[in-house]
Every structure is written in C-alpha cells, then in structure tokens.
C-alpha cells in the first residue's frame, strides 16, 4: 500500500490545471476528504549524520512522511487534481512562482501543482549544502548545488 499512495502522489505533483477559465469569468472548488482506511505505516527515518547542520536539527533523523494519517483519519499531503470535464478549455499561466523551500532539511511543501509553464522557484533556507535533483516527466531532468543560505534557483 505504502509505494502505490507514494507513486501516486509523486505521479499528480506535477499535472495540474488552474480551474480559473481565462474565456469565462468562471471559477470552481473541489473540496472534500481524503480517508485512510487500515493501519497506518510506521513512519520511517532518514538519517542525518552526514550534515552536521541537519543532524543539530533532527538528531533522531528526519521523518519520510510517505504517509502521513491525521487522528480524524484523512491524509495529509494529498494532491487533488481535475482529470475530465475541461476538455477543450483554456487557462492562463499563473504569474507566481510555486515556492519550493528546503528549510530545516525538509522540502515545504511536501506536495504541490504546478501548471505547465508556471514559474518554479527553489529556495534553500538552511545554512548548509542541499542538492535539487527533479526527475519530471515531460520535460528535462536537472541535479543542481544550493551551497548557500538564501539561495533562490527559477
């Protein structure tokens, strides 16, 4: 159960569409719960005595939050897209970049959408070596070096 929840997440990262319709005034919410039924997995640890920074911040290591089980039972870090039904439409790129942040040695967010085209803005917040390495679907794979606090990669 744990790799099919972590491939499907990883799957949805990166295929969203915006519901704001540039040919219409329009726009719509999907709302709702995402349930985890079963036993939750126990979290597992990533060691972090190769850096001395990450290893002052997370002594016991960091948690890979694969899945994580609130205590009402839905699912935090779960992306919900829109697969059917827009067809044919069009939607404007959003202006804003998606901030990806490596702070305290953990990627914030977990889990985001980007819409094709969409700035993406990596960021390293911690003062310590952090390396990006993104394996995306349909478009180049990169593995760049943030060795410096404040760094900004677009």
Do not use: W
């Not at 990166?14 to 219409?24: A, G, H, R």
């Not at 390495?133 to 990169?142: D, Q, R, S, V």
């Amino acid at each position: 159960m744990k790799k099919s929840v972590s491939l499907l997440l990883t799957g949805v990262c990166f295929s969203i569409s915006s519901v704001m319709l540039s040919e219409m005034a329009v726009a719509a919410t999907v709302s709702g719960k995402v349930l985890f039924q079963g036993t939750a997995p126990a979290s597992q640890k990533i060691p972090t005595d190769a850096d001395p920074t990450c290893q002052l911040a997370h002594p016991d290591g960091v948690s890979l939050d694969e899945v994580v089980v609130n205590s009402n039972g839905t699912l935090k870090n779960v992306f919900v897209y829109v697969k059917q039904g827009l067809e044919g439409k069009t939607f404007e790129t959003p202006k804003q970049p998606v901030v990806l942040d490596q702070n305290g040695c953990q990627y914030q967010p977990h889990v985001f959408g980007i819409q094709t085209n969409q700035p993406l803005e990596i960021r390293n917040s911690d003062d310590t070596l952090h390396n990006v390495h993104a394996l995306p679907k349909n478009t180049k794979e990169f593995n760049l070096g943030m060795p410096i606090k404040g760094m900004k990669l677009t």
